[in-house]
Each structure stands twice: as structure tokens, then as C-alpha cells.
């Protein structure tokens, strides 16, 4: 018969079951919502420029797309990393790609690309742009746009494989 100390029972308890005693009550835990999904996106506008901020009327999501893919000079504005939190600007961009049509938005999504995009290329721009793999020609020609020369070699080859999918 094998007996135990209380230390040597305590050395096996791992640091899990050190915690304070559980009140009986079951917590679930949700799995993590990434919020840079296409659903996240429709489902929180929070995204939206403010526009009572310029002295204009609100903006629905749709009315915001179709007026920055009409004209992205006037609207260029509004995916500027220095008027708003990278995340913010980032959906923006994505709501705006995802309604974008090859040939006719070309400009936008240049501008997109060589502006936003660009400016956001990292490791964590490409884990979010997880969720919208395999790209479509919107996505393509959007990050198409952006310099990557002057990235490190492993995210040139990242996004590259990514644009392959």
C-alpha cells in the first residue's frame, strides 16, 4: 500500500486545481468572436465615420460603400490611419472590398491598397485575413497594391501564399 504526504499529494496538483474552489455555478465560456469577419462586420456598424462629426446626416453602411466606391477621392478621408484606431479603419476597408467589382472599382481598390492596406501590413493584418481566404478578385487586386519590397521576407512570402490560395 502506497501513502502519501500532504506534500507530496500537493506537489501533485497542478496550478489549475489551486485556484479558488469553484461556487457551484457553471460559467461558459464562449469562444472568441473575431470581429474582422464579413459577419461581424454587418452585424456591428460601429465602423461607420461619424458623420454629425463634419455636419452631415448619419450614413448606413450601404449609402458609405457605394459613396466611397463611386468617388474614393472625396472619401478618402475616412481610411485614414490618423483619424481613427487601426481597427476601425480596417473594417471600413473590408466592408469596402467586399462590395468592390473588378473592373469598375479599380481606383478604389488601388487606393485601398497603396493606403490603408500598406500601412497596416503586418503578421497580425494577415491573421485576420484569415477569414477571408480564398481572396476574391476585390481582395486580389486591393493587396496587389501594396509595396511589399520594403517588408520582411517571411510576410512577402506569407502574403504570397496567400494570394495563391
Known sequence: MLIQSDAERESQVTKKNRSKPRSGKHIAVA???DVFTRSALASDL???????AVGKPPLTAEAYVEAYLADPGEW?????????????VLKR???IIEQAQLPGHEKAL???????????????LLDRLQHWL?????????????RMAV??????????AMLLR
Request: proline fraction near 11%; aromatic fraction near 6%.
Open 46 to 52: 460601429t465602423w461607420l465615420p461619424d458623420m454629425t
Open 93 to 95: 476597408v473590408l466592408a
Open 134 to 146: 480564398p481572396f476574391t478578385p476585390a481582395m486580389r487586386h486591393a493587396l496587389s497594391q501594396v
Open 110 to 124: 488601388g487606393q485601398l491598397g497603396a493606403g490603408p492596406l500598406e500601412d497596416l501590413m503586418s503578421e497580425e
Open 151 to 160: 517588408e520582411s521576407p517571411v510576410l512577402q512570402q506569407r502574403l504570397k
Open 76 to 88: 478618402y478621408w475616412s481610411t485614414l490611419l490618423l483619424h481613427d484606431p487601426s481597427e476601425i
Open 31 to 33: 469562444p472568441a468572436v
